[in-house]
């Protein structure tokens, strides 16, 4: 009888879950005798989110997924599914139809560990295929009809960038897989690296093939650990293999890769500033033209692809451009992994095909809203992008209707904001974090990220005055023209694109100075409703600053002179007597 | 060739000729702060953007190549605009202390501001909090002042391969500063200057000394007698609107009396003995093979202390002779002294030099207290003299010529040239050949080793020798120079050259860092021009014909590297840590 596997992945992620379910299972194999029969394997990523213990069970006739699994289901499930063959009705996952599985086809499929699993599942026939029968011209031209664009964000020919760099001359050329990812809540390329590492390396090893390099560079940030260890492993294993190397599956054709790890700077992930922080330089952009095509790493040729644009490459060279160019729209073909985030019920990687409206993403497979609130707006391309309003969520997601929007397809962030996210309070936060990450070379970026974050300050202070909008769109239009990279080039995009949908909530903080979504803590007002107040004095008690006085017989008032906003009465309160507004 | 339009007007240029210098063609000037003629783009201000016609894009004009039928607009009102925008946000982390400034009326920063007629402040004020460092004792770097362009880094690592100065922190926190952020004076800096000839504002300036002199002209106890480089002759009329080049020795004589100096000579005359000091030095090694060879010029302090921290190792090969002013310093306070029966200790030699290192090498060591006080008191920069003249309300243009005070201060036309890159070779070879020929050579110039070209050699015959020169300027050529000599070494073979000149700085000491601002490799040329044109039109070109410098010998010195010039006129080199901590 074969092997069977058992995948688990606990994707229920409050923190008080420290439930051991590797030792469960293995104990009910053992107590049923199957421990030769079964193997279990704990997976960082299954591709279903939210749905407290997934297992996966394969190697039986039909594979079978339970969710929702609680310990006491364990033994049932060894002593039917796994001994016998039988399907559990009750724990079985119903995955929604919306989404298509390229890039992540092999997530929570495989133990990415192991080199066999990816083999088991075609990993690898594409190089094979590409080294033995194609040129490199062909390879290109198989990526032509596809119609496969850069992931990472401009969404760049890939056939093209190829193109150009194989057309470079040099003796000596390189491709980079760009694995700083560092939008905030962003986490597509962990998944995949984590996930499914050896389609990532194929598709470098295709690459190289492609435009005529022998070296290979993955830029990993070193905040994501597991995701290095597994490539690191996955190489080794390659190498062991025969399938990195020298004289590789027979051909001549020899390519070698090495990890580098990105210091933490979200700029590296800019291919100029990556080409520098590889060659051991402060991580800075330079000017483009030369583009790394021309005149890249060590001032040779270099193609820079992103982790999920790589990932696309053995399949489009297995399954052909033709079955791929049908998935998406005209102009934006295949997949896209986003990470769904923010106020949405089911949070997780999804992968859906180019095309697909926001409202289903939400709705069909993120199972709408986490709370009675409405949808205000989705935010995509992480602090690079814009904010996308409730009005335009019939849109279908490719790269020019998100531009057209303001926003961008960026590397595949996507938050859904209810009405309790105050639009200068996010604007503020993803401007912020651009502040944060500039490099500093260039005044645009490094200044004038700096005065429009001021500006936003003393807006949601409540210090902002009319004149203050203007003063946003001036800088920004600075910013987005004579920035040097696209880090300050896009910064302003979160605010012109609130100011653009949400002016009203800026003139509610600059004008009525009031917060709508009670967000901005200095617009707050709070106050004791006296007919609530059962005069418990907890409040006066609990005030860190002393703003409530008063006695049983007069009541107790908040001086909002002294009151800073802490919200700690609000929150001491147990008869609801504390207004905040 | 590039043909192109440039605001309609056709421009034809060389390909890889920037869309900035290719705008200069039809009389247009893209406004730079970070762009200088002798460093590579550095793409930090953002003021040079400009358009492509039918483009919203901006593309900045310093680092992007005009190409074949490209449509530029250089200035329009969207443009300008976001220019001016710029130019605001720099302003707004930047000082208003203009009037207090060094660079006050020849900052790059403050025309711009007033060719774009900026009156107001548009934007918060946010300046750095940190303090300057004059630790050097010779430049000061002000980061409060400084607008982050660059040039200073790219000088220092790039132009003279120092490394003492980079950028540190990122974003809004970015500042310039020697690596661990120490100060200046622990850090590898040779005080070259060039930082703070290249700097577009008051960032880094030379640390001004004019009151030290001021005081000592004022101080009736004091002999002042001042000394004027071969370079500042040629310089210092750019200050007051003479055309580049001209030379201006007699009215700097003349002025300098005007000043209240009770004697003026001049370095060239150092210069003269100077050469008779090396170029015995160079026979002495070269025919008597006493000292290792090739024989290294000592002259430029920078270049010394560069040697000193970076390559010790060729501490054996450097001439011990002393540098001009050091010597008119030191014989000035014992021949002069004792002729005209002054007592040394009122003595206050202050020497007017193109450069900054020099300040540095006037307490470098004991060598430098040969006459028993400090030889030279005070070195100021062609800088700071131009602003003493203009404090002391002196009409500098219509001033009438004068003479040098007599025994240090007639110079050969071998004198002068020290001042151009080249010109030290050149003068010890006119009188080397004389040493070992018994007459002078024919023609004197030798224009192989004249000129901009980084490293220049040449192939000399004297007396049935071969002698193989080198000449290096800009300390970013000098590594290959002195690999070539190492390698040479390692290998046994035959020395690649019997004499080597560097200049720290490019140009030679007429590019220096103590120079009028706004340098370029045109300027340098002009400056040389003018100083091998003094040289051209001088009666005695050659140094051992100096009838002054023949009586210092008979009268006072005895011969040269005799028991008195030994102690008097050489000095030692020792090795110097990189980091002083």
Same mark, same amino acid.
């Given at each position: 009888?074969?092997?069977?596997?058992?995948?688990?992945?606990?994707?229920?992620?409050?923190?008080?879950?420290?439930?051991?379910?590797?030792?469960?299972?293995?104990?009910?194999?053992?107590?049923?005798?199957?421990?030769?029969?079964?193997?279990?394997?704990?997976?960082?990523?299954?591709?279903?989110?939210?749905?407290?213990?997934?297992?996966?069970?394969?190697?039986?006739?039909?594979?079978?997924?339970?969710?929702?699994?609680?310990?006491?289901?364990?033994?049932?499930?060894?002593?039917?599914?796994?001994?016998?063959?039988?399907?559990?009705?009750?724990?079985?996952?119903?995955?929604?139809? $919306?989404?298509?599985?390229?890039?992540?086809?092999?997530?929570?499929?495989?133990?990415?560990?192991?080199?066999?699993?990816?083999?088991?599942?075609?990993?690898?026939?594409?190089?094979?295929?590409?080294?033995?029968?194609?040129?490199?011209?062909?390879?290109?031209?198989?990526?032509?009809?596809?119609?496969?664009?850069?992931?990472?964000?401009?969404?760049?020919?890939?056939?093209?960038?190829?193109? =150009?760099?194989?057309?470079?001359?040099?003796?000596?050329?390189?491709?980079?897989?760009?694995?700083?990812?560092?939008?905030? #809540?962003?986490?597509?390329?962990?998944?995949?690296?984590?996930?499914?590492?050896?389609?990532?390396?194929?598709? =470098?090893?295709?690459?190289?093939?492609?435009?005529?390099?022998?070296?290979?560079?993955?830029?990993?940030?070193?905040?994501?650990?597991?995701?290095?260890?597994?490539?690191?492993?996955?190489?080794?294993?390659?190498?062991?293999?025969?399938?990195?190397?020298?004289?590789?599956? #027979?051909?001549?054709?020899?390519?070698?890769?090495?990890?580098?790890?990105?210091?933490?700077?979200?700029?590296?992930?800019?291919?100029?500033?990556?080409?520098?922080?590889?060659?051991?330089?402060?991580?800075?952009?330079?000017?483009?033209?030369?583009?790394?095509?021309?005149?890249?790493?060590?001032?040779?040729?270099?193609?820079?692809?992103?982790?999920?644009?790589?990932?696309?490459?053995?399949?489009?060279?297995?399954?052909?451009?033709?079955?791929?160019?049908?998935?998406?729209?005209?102009?934006?073909?295949?997949?896209?992994?986003?990470?769904?985030?923010?106020?949405?019920?089911?949070?997780?990687?999804?992968?859906?095909?180019?095309?697909?409206?926001?409202?289903?993403?939400?709705?069909?497979?993120?199972?709408?809203?986490?709370?009675?609130?409405?949808?205000?707006?989705?935010?995509?391309?992480?602090?690079?992008?814009?904010?996308?309003?409730?009005?335009?969520?019939?849109?279908?997601?490719?790269?020019?209707?998100?531009? %057209?929007?303001?926003?961008?397809?960026?590397?595949?962030?996507?938050?859904?904001?209810?009405?309790?996210?105050?639009?200068?309070?996010?604007?503020?936060?993803? =401007?912020?974090?651009?502040?944060?990450?500039?490099?500093?070379?260039?005044?645009?970026?490094?200044?004038?990220?700096?005065?429009?974050?001021?500006?936003?300050?003393?807006?949601?202070?409540?210090?902002?005055?009319?004149?203050?909008?203007?003063?946003?769109?001036?800088?920004?239009?600075?910013?987005?023209?004579?920035?040097?990279?696209?880090?300050?080039?896009?910064?302003?995009?979160?605010?012109?694109?609130?100011?653009?949908?949400?002016?009203?909530?800026?003139?509610?903080?600059?004008?009525?100075?009031?917060?709508?979504?009670?967000?901005? %803590?200095?617009?707050?007002?709070?106050?004791?409703?006296?007919?609530?107040?059962?005069?418990?004095?907890?409040?006066?008690?609990?005030?860190?600053? $002393?703003?409530?006085?008063?006695?049983?017989?007069?009541?107790?008032?908040?001086?909002?002179?002294?009151?800073?906003?802490?919200?700690?009465?609000?929150?001491?309160?147990?008869?609801?007597?504390?207004? $905040?507004? | 060739?590039?043909?192109?339009?440039?605001?309609?007007?056709?421009?034809?240029?060389?390909?890889?000729?920037?869309?900035?210098?290719?705008?200069?063609?039809?009389?247009?000037?893209?406004?730079?702060?970070?762009?200088?003629?002798?460093?590579?783009?550095?793409?930090?201000?953002?003021?040079?953007?400009?358009?492509?016609?039918?483009?919203?894009?901006?593309?900045?004009?310093?680092?992007?190549?005009?190409?074949?039928?490209?449509?530029?607009?250089?200035?329009?009102?969207?443009?300008?605009?976001?220019?001016?925008?710029?130019?605001?946000?720099?302003?707004?982390?930047?000082?208003?202390?203009?009037? !207090?400034?060094?660079?006050?009326?020849?900052?790059?920063?403050?025309?711009?501001?007033?060719?774009?007629?900026?009156?107001?402040?548009?934007?918060?004020?946010?300046?750095?909090?940190?303090?300057?460092?004059?630790?050097?004792?010779?430049?000061?770097?002000?980061?409060?002042?400084?607008?982050? +362009?660059?040039?200073?880094?790219?000088?220092?690592?790039?132009?003279?391969?120092?490394?003492?100065?980079?950028?540190?922190?990122?974003?809004?926190?970015?500042?310039?500063?020697?690596?661990?952020?120490?100060?200046?004076?622990?850090?590898?800096?040779?005080?070259?200057?060039?930082?703070?000839?290249?700097?577009?504002?008051?960032?880094?300036?030379?640390?001004?000394?004019?009151?030290?002199?001021?005081?000592?002209?004022?101080?009736?106890?004091?002999?002042?007698?001042?000394?004027?480089?071969?370079?500042?002759?040629?310089?210092?009329?750019?200050?007051?609107?003479?055309?580049?080049?001209?030379?201006?020795?007699?009215?700097?004589?003349?002025?300098?009396?005007?000043?209240?100096?009770?004697?003026?000579?001049?370095?060239?005359?150092?210069?003269?003995?100077?050469?008779?000091?090396?170029?015995?030095?160079?026979?002495?090694?070269?025919?008597?093979?006493?000292?290792?060879?090739?024989?290294?010029?000592?002259?430029?302090?920078?270049?010394?202390?560069?040697? &000193?921290?970076?390559?010790?190792?060729?501490?054996?090969?450097?001439?011990?002779?002393?540098?001009?002013?050091?010597?008119?310093?030191?014989?000035?306070?014992?021949?002069?002294?004792?002729?005209?029966?002054?007592?040394?200790?009122?003595?206050?030699?202050?020497?007017?030099?193109?450069?900054?290192?020099?300040?540095? &090498?006037?307490?470098?060591? &004991?060598?430098?207290?040969?006459?028993?006080?400090?030889?030279?008191?005070?070195?100021?920069?062609?800088?700071?003299?131009?602003?003493?003249?203009?404090?002391?309300?002196?009409?500098?243009?219509?001033?009438?010529?004068?003479?040098?005070?007599?025994?240090?201060?007639?110079?050969?036309?071998?004198?002068?040239?020290?001042?151009?890159?080249?010109?030290?070779?050149?003068?010890?070879?006119?009188?080397?050949?004389?040493?070992?020929?018994?007459?002078?050579?024919?023609?004197?110039?030798?224009?192989?080793?004249?000129?901009?070209?980084?490293?220049?050699?040449?192939?000399?015959?004297?007396?049935?020798?071969?002698?193989?020169?080198?000449?290096?300027?800009?300390?970013?050529?000098?590594?290959?120079?002195?690999?070539?000599?190492?390698?040479?070494?390692?290998?046994?073979?035959?020395?690649?050259?019997?004499?080597? &000149?560097?200049?720290?700085?490019?140009?030679?000491?007429?590019?220096?860092?103590?120079?009028?601002?706004?340098?370029?490799?045109?300027?340098?040329?002009?400056?040389?021009?003018?100083?091998?044109?003094?040289? !051209?039109?001088?009666?005695?070109? +050659?140094?051992?014909?100096?009838?002054?410098?023949?009586?210092?010998?008979?009268?006072?010195?005895?011969?040269?590297?005799?028991?008195?010039?030994?102690?008097?006129?050489?000095?030692?080199?020792?090795?110097?840590?990189?980091?002083?901590?």
């Amino acid at each position: 009888m074969e092997q069977k596997l058992i995948f688990i992945k606990d994707t229920d992620n409050s923190q008080d879950r420290i439930n051991d379910f590797y030792a469960f299972f293995l104990n009910a194999l053992k107590e049923n005798k199957l421990d030769q029969a079964a193997q279990v394997v704990r997976v960082a990523d299954i591709g279903i989110y939210d749905k407290g213990l997934v297992v996966k069970i394969s190697g039986g006739a039909n594979e079978i997924i339970y969710a929702f699994v609680q310990e006491a289901n364990i033994n049932d499930i060894v002593c039917r599914s796994v001994k016998e063959d039988k399907i559990i009705p009750e724990l079985l996952f119903k995955d929604s139809p $919306k989404q298509l599985r390229i890039v992540l086809r092999n997530c929570g499929q495989i133990d990415p560990e192991n080199i066999d699993e990816y083999i088991a599942c075609d990993g690898y026939q594409a190089l094979e295929k590409v080294v033995n029968q194609l040129t490199p011209e062909q390879v290109i031209e198989e990526l032509k009809k596809s119609g496969l664009r850069g992931r990472g964000g401009a969404g760049f020919p890939t056939w093209l960038k190829w193109n =150009l760099t194989r057309q470079a001359k040099d003796i000596q050329k390189y491709v980079i897989c760009n694995a700083d990812e560092g939008d905030p #809540g962003a986490y597509m390329d962990r998944g995949v690296l984590e996930g499914d590492p050896h389609s990532v390396i194929e598709g =470098l090893a295709i690459a190289g093939y492609a435009i005529g390099a022998n070296k290979g560079y993955f830029y990993v940030r070193a905040e994501y650990p597991l995701a290095v260890e597994r490539v690191e492993k996955a190489i080794k294993q390659a190498y062991d293999r025969g399938l990195l190397g020298k004289n590789i599956l #027979g051909s001549d054709f020899n390519f070698d890769i090495d990890i580098r790890l990105g210091a933490g700077a979200f700029v590296c992930g800019e291919e100029t500033a990556l080409i520098a922080s590889i060659e051991g330089r402060r991580g800075t952009p330079r000017p483009r033209p030369p583009y790394p095509s021309i005149k890249g790493l060590w001032d040779r040729p270099t193609a820079i692809n992103n982790v999920e644009t790589l990932a696309n490459i053995a399949v489009i060279i297995l399954k052909g451009a033709s079955w791929y160019s049908a998935i998406g729209t005209e102009k934006s073909k295949g997949t896209k992994v986003f990470a769904l985030t923010g106020k949405v019920k089911n949070s997780g990687l999804v992968e859906v095909p180019m095309g697909i409206t926001l409202r289903e993403i939400v709705f069909d497979i993120g199972g709408g809203m986490i709370s009675d609130k409405e949808i205000k707006a989705v935010q995509t391309g992480g602090p690079s992008g814009g904010v996308i309003p409730k009005e335009f969520l019939d849109t279908p997601v490719d790269y020019e209707n998100l531009q %057209k929007l303001g926003s961008i397809m960026g590397s595949g962030g996507m938050i859904v904001m209810d009405e309790s996210d105050c639009m200068v309070d996010i604007a503020k936060f993803y =401007l912020g974090f651009c502040v944060d990450e500039s490099c500093g070379k260039c005044v645009p970026c490094r200044i004038g990220g700096y005065q429009m974050l001021s500006v936003l300050g003393a807006i949601s202070e409540g210090q902002g005055k009319l004149e203050d909008l203007d003063k946003l769109q001036r800088i920004a239009l600075a910013m987005q023209k004579a920035s040097l990279c696209a880090l300050g080039q896009t910064a302003p995009n979160p605010v012109v694109s609130t100011l653009k949908y949400f002016a009203q909530e800026y003139h509610d903080h600059i004008v009525n100075k009031k917060c709508r979504s009670h967000k901005c %803590k200095h617009l707050l007002n709070y106050s004791i409703n006296q007919d609530k107040c059962k005069r418990c004095k907890v409040c006066a008690i609990n005030c860190p600053v $002393k703003a409530i006085t008063g006695d049983k017989e007069k009541g107790f008032f908040i001086d909002p002179k002294i009151c800073v906003r802490c919200g700690k009465c609000f929150d001491v309160c147990k008869f609801n007597a504390i207004a $905040k507004e | 060739m590039v043909r192109a339009k440039i605001n309609n007007m056709p421009v034809t240029v060389d390909e890889g000729t920037s869309i900035l210098d290719a705008a200069k063609q039809v009389q247009v000037k893209i406004p730079t702060l970070c762009k200088h003629p002798d460093l590579p783009p550095g793409a930090g201000c953002g003021l040079c953007i400009v358009k492509i016609k039918g483009s919203p894009k901006m593309l900045r004009a310093c680092c992007t190549p005009l190409e074949e039928n490209m449509d530029i607009i250089t200035h329009d009102p969207e443009i300008v605009s976001v220019r001016r925008t710029v130019l605001e946000l720099i302003l707004s982390n930047h000082p208003n202390d203009c009037l !207090q400034c060094g660079r006050n009326n020849n900052c790059e920063l403050q025309s711009l501001v007033a060719d774009f007629g900026i009156r107001e402040e548009s934007f918060q004020k946010f300046l750095p909090d940190c303090v300057k460092d004059d630790s050097t004792r010779t430049i000061v770097l002000d980061p409060q002042k400084c607008i982050r +362009c660059g040039r200073c880094v790219k000088v220092c690592q790039e132009m003279q391969n120092v490394w003492a100065l980079s950028f540190l922190e990122r974003g809004f926190s970015t500042r310039i500063s020697p690596a661990g952020d120490i100060k200046l004076a622990d850090s590898p800096c040779i005080r070259c200057g060039q930082c703070s000839n290249h700097c577009p504002t008051g960032a880094i300036v030379e640390l001004d000394e004019t009151a030290k002199v001021w005081d000592a002209l004022r101080n009736e106890d004091k002999y002042c007698v001042v000394q004027i480089a071969p370079a500042v002759r040629v310089a210092i009329g750019e200050a007051f609107g003479y055309p580049i080049g001209t030379n201006l020795t007699k009215k700097l004589y003349a002025l300098l009396r005007r000043l209240g100096f009770k004697a003026v000579f001049d370095t060239n005359f150092g210069a003269d003995v100077t050469i008779m000091e090396e170029g015995s030095e160079f026979i002495q090694r070269f025919a008597h093979g006493k000292g290792s060879l090739p024989l290294i010029t000592s002259c430029c302090p920078g270049w010394v202390d560069f040697m &000193e921290k970076f390559h010790p190792d060729m501490i054996d090969h450097f001439s011990s002779c002393k540098s001009p002013h050091e010597i008119v310093g030191v014989l000035s306070k014992t021949y002069y002294a004792q002729k005209k029966n002054i007592d040394p200790k009122k003595i206050y030699m202050v020497s007017i030099m193109p450069c900054t290192a020099k300040k540095n &090498e006037i307490i470098r060591g &004991e060598e430098m207290y040969a006459s028993g006080s400090q030889d030279v008191d005070v070195a100021l920069t062609t800088r700071e003299l131009a602003r003493m003249i203009k404090q002391a309300g002196i009409d500098f243009v219509n001033l009438p010529d004068e003479e040098p005070d007599q025994m240090l201060g007639d110079y050969t036309g071998a004198g002068v040239i020290f001042g151009a890159t080249g010109g030290v070779m050149e003068a010890a070879l006119r009188t080397a050949y004389y040493l070992l020929n018994g007459k002078n050579m024919d023609k004197l110039e030798l224009n192989s080793i004249r000129g901009l070209d980084g490293v220049k050699v040449a192939e000399v015959p004297i007396n049935g020798h071969k002698i193989r020169v080198a000449v290096a300027h800009g300390l970013n050529h000098v590594e290959y120079v002195l690999d070539q000599i190492r390698q040479a070494e390692k290998n046994g073979r035959e020395l690649p050259y019997h004499f080597i &000149e560097v200049m720290a700085c490019l140009g030679g000491c007429v590019g220096g860092g103590g120079q009028p601002y706004g340098v370029t490799d045109e300027l340098r040329l002009k400056r040389a021009a003018g100083i091998y044109q003094d040289d !051209q039109g001088k009666e005695k070109r +050659c140094s051992h014909e100096n009838p002054f410098v023949q009586q210092l010998y008979r009268e006072f010195l005895g011969k040269p590297l005799g028991e008195k010039s030994e102690h008097l006129l050489h000095t030692h080199y020792r090795a110097l840590p990189v980091y002083v901590k």
